[in-house]
């Protein structure tokens, strides 16, 4: 595109990670003529980096597995989780809604989902987690890619958008400057804020989550924040901005997460001393702050039948096994060689766990769910450290995912999803996170937004 080339489209949507592409899958079925811009060289976002799940609850393929479920139950497992928000219209919205995504994504759009019945994971009673076979964000982003391309929708990377252009108070379209791309407007109907939130803002993450400010942050590049400050500038509302998702065990130095399911099948976390730090059920999430405020380095301790029973069905967790991440040892004297800490304190802590396993006394720290029970020999440890991968709070938006200000009003012609928009993980912390919030928000809100800034192009072009 020229320099100062003006360009009118139904809809234009910033950011094309899962929110994105969802947006743009949405107002393409509705008829609407829309593109995607991204700022980075290539096309992922958070969702590439996540594990591919998105809670659905209702489903065919849980029906079909034999799993009851509904949105009411949703609904409940989730705000027992976050506790009480300031955006609890929109869980039991996403709940609602949940299980005509997932149906929508593989049936009208072929992306590759399936129910997982293995585990159920932080904050779900029962299983409704579906994800790509290989649980990798990146395949769900590839089969959106894919789904995009074959609706004809165009995404610029490169291009990013610099500020909104507005008119009397309505959003009229974006514009947007770089090496690549040259300066241009573009003119729209609607304009869709899909970029990601602020973990990877300094100064953002000070202000609103100070517990994590010098957790590494592991998440997509382009999580800077900007988008939302764009909103906040026309008078937009924030809620739950004190939330985040964190992860408490990302393997050290190999990057990829140690599968969490090892703590929900009886693994515990330990520091350098080889004492545990709490309570690891709380979640992959709430318990980062945990590791954080101890230690910048943990080990997740299991045994090799935890090992095992993992890898095999999580690749990401068999390339960590491969890569020598995971260490075997065969007593807790030995282990302790492996983590550089005594070995009675570690005998005593796994010793003290595994009693607690047995219901032989209460666990010092309140846990009462060890999975499969007291670890058994080997043993194996990885070495890990707490990371942010996205920030949870952002704008209010309503039904359609219409950017609301403070006073309740609508900011036309703005939308918002993804880590623009606030979450449904709480107020405060990563403890209120159950596993695909970040997804589920993300992608639920861009199909929301994308269908009803769609449906609206249509409707004013007759």
């Known amino acids: 595109m020229s320099a100062a080339q003006t360009n009118d489209i139904d809809v234009v949507v910033v950011g094309s990670g899962g929110c994105g592409l969802a947006a743009a899958l949405a107002a393409a079925d509705a008829g609407a003529s829309v593109v995607v811009l991204e700022k980075m060289d290539v096309a992922r976002g958070n969702t590439f980096v996540s594990t591919g799940s998105i809670p659905g609850a209702g489903t065919r393929y849980q029906r079909a597995a034999g799993i009851e ?106 514009h947007v400057e770089g090496p690549r791309c040259g300066s241009y407007d573009l003119r729209a109907r609607s304009v869709i804020l899909a970029a990601n939130g602020f973990g990877n803002s300094a100064e953002l993450r000070a202000r609103y989550v100070p517990d994590v400010v010098d957790a590494p942050y592991l998440g997509a590049e382009g999580s800077t924040g900007e988008a939302m400050s764009w909103a906040l500038e026309l008078g937009a509302a924030t809620a739950n901005m004190g939330a985040f998702q964190g992860y408490a065990a990302v393997a050290d130095p190999h990057g990829s997460i140690t599968s969490w399911t090892t703590v929900e099948q009886g693994a515990v976390l330990v520091d350098p001393s080889g004492r545990r730090m709490g309570d690891e059920s709380v979640g992959y999430s709430g318990f980062a702050a945990v590791v954080s405020a101890s230690t910048a380095t943990s080990w997740v301790v299991m045994d090799a039948a935890t090992r095992d029973r993992v890898a095999a069905k999580e690749p990401e967790f068999a390339e960590l096994i491969e890569m020598n991440g995971v260490r075997e040892a065969g007593t807790a004297e030995e282990l302790a060689e492996v983590i550089g800490c005594d070995p009675t304190t570690l005998r005593d802590t796994l010793d003290r ?106 409707e004013a072009t007759g």
């Open 69 to 174: 479920d509904d949105a009411a139950r949703m609904e409940a497992d989730l705000l027992r989780q976050s506790g009480p928000h300031e955006a609890e219209d929109l869980t039991a919205l996403l709940s609602r809604t949940s299980a005509s995504l997932v149906e929508w994504l593989v049936e009208d759009h072929a992306v590759g989902l399936q129910i997982i019945t293995e585990y159920k994971h932080v904050g779900h009673t029962v299983q409704r987690l579906h994800a790509p076979a290989d649980k990798r964000g990146a395949s769900l982003m590839r089969d959106l890619l894919a789904a995009v391309e074959r609706a004809g929708v165009d995404v610029l990377v490169g291009n990013p958008v610099t500020e909104l252009l507005v008119e009397e108070g309505r959003v009229v379209g974006v």
């Open 353 to 458: 766990a595994g009693a607690a396993a047995r219901g032989e006394t209460e666990d010092e720290f309140g846990r009462v769910d060890f999975g499969y029970g007291p670890m058994g020999a080997p043993l194996c440890a990885v070495r890990s450290q707490p990371a942010l991968f996205h920030t949870q709070g952002g704008v209010r938006v309503d039904s359609d995912a219409r950017v609301l200000r403070t006073d309740g009003t609508v900011v036309e012609g703005l939308y918002a999803g993804g880590g623009v928009a606030a979450g449904i993980s709480g107020r405060n912390g990563g403890a209120g996170y159950s596993s695909g919030n970040g997804l589920l928000t993300a992608v639920g809100l861009g199909r929301l937004a994308g269908a009803h800034a769609g449906r609206g192009a249509v």
